[in-house]
């Protein structure tokens, strides 16, 4: 069971500071599948070469944010534009770091 922490402060410049942390823009993309491939055929890439994945059509699509995997999802049509509908969340426990550290327990001392 994961237990979900709250920080609350009194202090408005604090407030003001996790406020402006909501406001920071992060690169989100949508990833269909990796390959490494060597530098010697990346170089003979003209249009219409084609290149295979070995991952299946109907695997979810992996939504990363900055680089880090977040979510798994399926993709939607959005009028003429394409979305991701989340169908999991990836490593949710690893993803929430607490901002502010937690007081020491007494047990500690």
């Given at each position: 069971?994961t ?20 406001k ?10 990796h390959?490494?491939l060597?530098?010697?055929?990346i ?12 991952k ?7 939504l990363?944010i ?15 534009k394409?979305g ?6 990836c490593?949710?426990e690893?993803?929430?770091i ?12």
């Amino acid at each position: 069971m994961t237990t979900t922490h709250f920080h609350t402060t009194d202090n408005p410049a604090r407030v003001d500071f996790w406020k402006s942390l909501l406001k920071i823009e992060a690169n989100v993309a949508v990833t269909l599948a990796h390959q490494d491939l060597p530098v010697e055929r990346i170089l003979q890439f003209v249009p219409g070469v084609m290149i295979q994945f070995e991952k299946p059509c109907d695997t979810p699509l992996c939504l990363e944010i900055d680089g880090n995997r977040i979510a798994e999802g399926e993709v939607v049509k959005v009028g003429d534009k394409f979305g991701l509908r989340i169908t999991e969340i990836c490593n949710r426990e690893e993803r929430w770091i607490p901002l502010v550290k937690a007081p020491k327990s007494d047990a500690s001392k």
